[in-house]
């Protein structure tokens, strides 16, 4: 079970499952321990947001079993980080949220859930029209591409958290659907000798915490990527189809030197993330492809890798820049400097002048004096409403700085955690 924002999802999207609203949580005469601790708490004020907040409780209520024991206030906070309340605080509601875990369980027949959604026939292909639009989902790979190729100006949905907003935000007219959800070939994710493999329709969730196995620098963020719910619905391939300038997934996968898979009805070709965008939202994709997987190299020995979302709220906010830095480093000397940047270009873009100048050099104060002045003149951001050009400029250099701090042999904060949260953490300590 899983929370979702259901102001993104389209109601063909739910076929075969079971939708729960906090409708179904209790009532007054036989609330909910989650709706009791918020009460005996004061978790709800104005009640606005209380709703949703209950919802994401309830998935973390019904986790205590496979978790083995109440979630950390930590991993209340992370499930909760979708849930924006503008009164109380959030203090009284994590605390309800401990106060519920430890409440008798709470009767949920899960056994007959089960029983009722194995007797919904989710096998095969599935379609539904209504309003002369059509939504198709098939199963197979080899449907899908056929369907593509058929039906060339259908959207494709992966999560639909992006293309969700164009239905409710923007009124985008987009016709026909082809959804890739249900694909299991795109379900896949493994990691071999050759690279981590994720299936275009694994969750961003899922497909974070396989990588932050092979490079745990990704865990924050992992945890920022906008909130669990919206991790839980939406896939990393849509992440990457979306091509956002501002798409957190990008900049880490190019600096990592990821490949993505395009699949036709005429076969697959791979190429490196970074060539897919050709321009503001365009991508080097046919009409009758879909993207398939997208692989990522493992770690090498000696290698250094950061990557550092900038954004004005901690928690759900869209990135006014996130860059990442990867390298190795052989006897003091930098080498494969990849550096992939977003809110910094019209693309996703790598920062290939930058590359340039650290690549071969000793890693040392000299080295990133150049850098620092090649990576400033790299870029040509725009102002916007998240961040002003300069501040987005300003950022690029002063990353660029930290990523020396942490991992120069030659600076004196190296291995030490330099993050707001490790900050946060040591001054509960003092
Ligand atoms: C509240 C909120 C917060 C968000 N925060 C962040 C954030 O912090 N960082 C971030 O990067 N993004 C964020 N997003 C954006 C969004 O969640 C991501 O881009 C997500 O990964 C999109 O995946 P999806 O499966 O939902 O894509 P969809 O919405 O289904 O599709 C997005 C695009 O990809 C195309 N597409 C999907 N799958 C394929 C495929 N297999 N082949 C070809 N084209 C395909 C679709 O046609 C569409 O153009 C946020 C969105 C919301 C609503």
């Known amino acids: 079970m899983r929370s979702a ?27 909910h321990p989650i709706q009791e601790a918020m009460v005996s708490c004061h978790g709800s004020q104005c009640g606005f947001c209380t709703p949703g907040f209950m919802m994401s409780m309830w998935s973390v209520y019904l986790q205590r079993d496979s978790r083995g024991g109440p979630a950390s206030r930590e991993e209340i ?7 924006l309340c503008r009164c109380t605080g959030y203090r009284p509601i994590v605390d309800a949220m401990q106060v519920a875990e430890q409440a008798p369980e709470h009767p949920f027949d899960r056994q007959a859930l089960s029983t009722q959604l194995a007797g919904i026939a989710d096998t095969g ?3 539904y029209s209504a309003q002369k639009q059509h939504w198709h989902a098939p199963r197979t790979m080899d449907a899908l591409l056929r369907l593509r190729h058929a039906l060339p100006n259908a959207t494709l949905v992966a999560g639909s958290t992006d293309i969700g907003l164009w239905i409710t935000k923007q009124f985008r007219p987009l016709g026909d659907f082809i959804s890739v959800a249900k694909v ?40 920022r990527f906008a909130s669990l719910p919206v991790r839980n619905t939406g896939t ?8 956002s300038p501002i798409g957190d997934s990008m900049p880490w996968l190019i600096a990592l030197g990821a490949r993505i898979e395009l699949a ?4 697959t070709r791979q190429i490196p993330l970074e060539a897919f965008y050709t321009g503001y939202r365009q991508k080097d994709l046919q009409a009758n492809e879909v993207v398939g997987r997208i692989i990522i190299p493992l770690r090498t020995s000696a290698s250094l890798f950061r990557v ?8 759900q906010d869209i990135s006014a820049v996130c860059i990442a830095f990867s390298a190795t480093l052989n006897d003091g000397r930098l080498q494969h400097v990849r550096i992939g940047a977003g809110g910094v270009a019209a693309i996703p873009a790598r920062a290939r002048q930058t590359e340039a100048v650290l690549e071969g050099s000793m890693w040392d104060q000299a080295a990133l004096e150049k850098a620092c002045a090649a990576i400033a003149a790299e870029f040509t951001p725009l102002s916007d409403m998240r961040a002003s050009a300069a501040y987005r400029r300003q950022l690029c250099v002063n990353l ?8 120069s042999p030659a600076s004196d904060a190296k291995d030490k955690a330099l993050s707001l949260t490790a900050y946060a953490a040591a001054g509960d300590q003092q």
């Not at 550092?308 to 928690?315: G, L, M, V």
């Not at 660029?400 to 991992?407: H, N």
């Open 5 to 31: 924002n259901a102001c993104l999802l389209p109601l063909a999207s739910l076929h075969g499952k079971a939708v729960f609203t906090a409708d179904q949580l209790g009532d007054e005469q036989k609330p």
């Open 77 to 83: 906070q992370q499930a909760l980080s979708g849930n």
């Open 125 to 127: 292909d599935f379609h």
């Open 184 to 223: 299991e070939a795109l379900h896949h994710c493994e990691r071999t000798d050759e690279g981590i493999f994720i299936g275009a329709a694994v969750s961003v969730e899922q497909a974070y915490r396989a990588c932050l196995k092979e490079y745990p620098e990704l865990s924050e963020l992992a945890d």
């Open 236 to 243: 990393l391939g849509g992440n990457i189809a979306n091509g």
């Open 264 to 267: 036709s009805v005429s076969g």
């Open 308 to 315: 550092w979302k900038i954004s004005k709220r901690i928690d």
């Open 400 to 407: 660029l700085k930290r990523f020396w701090l942490e991992t």
